[in-house]
């Protein structure tokens, strides 16, 4: 059992707080919002009205924020306040930057600290199924194996201090890039009158197979469990996969890297977000790829 303070309830640490108090963990818990502060006290977190409250005895402290700025925020007051060696780990999807700044606050005070950003959402989340992709030293790594499995199923280290993060934005613009590319196939092959379950039948036994087409289909049918079977409610929503697909890009100017397709999935989505889309799943982009070929 480990005295655990989760910060940052929304609709993925919610989930994941309440996971932890089911393996057996004593877990306190803060947001700013008390409305979830009173959800998370009917799963049995402890809820707390203040940092300062929810570290209180902590061994292991858990972030799980909107982005970059507010986990700084949060951190730079955490490292005031927790004694040194106390393990600090950021579960939220951020930038790199951000990342390895939050890593040197905790290196700072002699904190260890891990980068553990998710894929799965908030399905995953509540399932206790999520993956953990994590950065940061091994050993680490290793001491807080137990802390992950009570909320997920794959957990991978990925290197040191921002490595998770790294690992997130790439699988995520490959999802980007993919989801487009399946869109784009299924609003030629209406043109050219294939049905789609013809191509769905030929594709996914074939060279063109992916995620985005075998699992997460963009077009009601093939897939019944896709978010394209009820009228595109997330999933995962266009405005996340949006977020993922800028902090890509942050990452591919700040390194140097060519990344041609990540830059146009980027647009395409903003496009989609600016055209009112935001909220629906990230696969509902063939829509607006079939509205623009004039279908
Ligand atoms: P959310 O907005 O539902 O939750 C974030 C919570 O943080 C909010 O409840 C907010 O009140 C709280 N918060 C903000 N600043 C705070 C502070 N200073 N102190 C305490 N609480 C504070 O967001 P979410 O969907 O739970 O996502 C959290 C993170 O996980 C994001 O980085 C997101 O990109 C990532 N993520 C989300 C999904 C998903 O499907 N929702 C999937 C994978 C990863």
Redesign the pocket.
């Known amino acids: 059992m480990t005295a655990i303070a989760f910060?940052?309830?929304?609709?993925?640490?919610g989930p994941m707080a309440a996971n932890l108090v089911k393996a057996g963990h004593q877990v306190r818990g803060?947001?700013?919002?008390a409305q979830?502060l009173d959800q998370a006290a009917r799963s049995g977190v402890s809820p707390c009205t203040s940092l300062a409250e929810v570290v209180s005895g902590a061994q292991t402290v858990i972030t799980?924020?909107?982005?970059g700025q507010?986990v700084l925020?949060?951190w730079q007051e955490l490292v005031e306040i927790v004694p040194a060696g106390t393990l600090l780990i950021d579960c939220?999807?951020?930038d790199i930057d951000s990342a390895r700044k939050a890593h040197a606050l905790a290196e700072a005070k002699g904190c260890p600290a891990l980068d553990a950003?998710?894929?799965g959402?908030?399905g995953g989340a509540t399932a206790g199924t999520l993956t953990f992709m994590v950065g940061g030293a091994a050993e680490t790594f290793a001491g807080a194996r137990p802390v992950f499995e009570a909320m997920g199923k794959k957990i991978i280290h990925c290197g040191e201090a921002s490595a998770g993060q790294a690992a997130k934005i790439c699988n995520n613009m490959i999802l980007g890039i993919s989801m487009i590319a399946v869109g784009e196939a299924f609003v030629l092959g209406e043109k050219l009158g294939l049905t789609h379950q013809a191509l769905f039948d030929v594709a996914s036994v074939s060279s063109g197979q992916c995620w985005s087409l075998s699992t997460y289909c963009p077009v009601p049918g093939p897939v019944p469990t896709s978010p394209a079977n009820r009228d595109y409610q997330p999933g995962?929503a266009g405005a996340?996969m949006l977020?993922d697909l800028k902090l890509s890009q942050e990452a591919a100017e700040a390194t140097g890297a060519m990344t041609p397709l990540g830059a146009k999935a980027t647009r395409l989505y903003q496009m989609f977000a600016d055209e009112g889309f935001a909220d629906k799943d990230f696969s509902g982009i063939i829509n607006m790829l079939r509205d623009k070929s004039g279908t």
């Open positions: 910060i940052g309830l929304g609709h993925m640490g803060f947001d700013l919002v979830l799980m924020l909107p982005a507010h925020s949060v939220s999807t951020i950003p998710v894929s959402g908030t995962f996340l977020k």
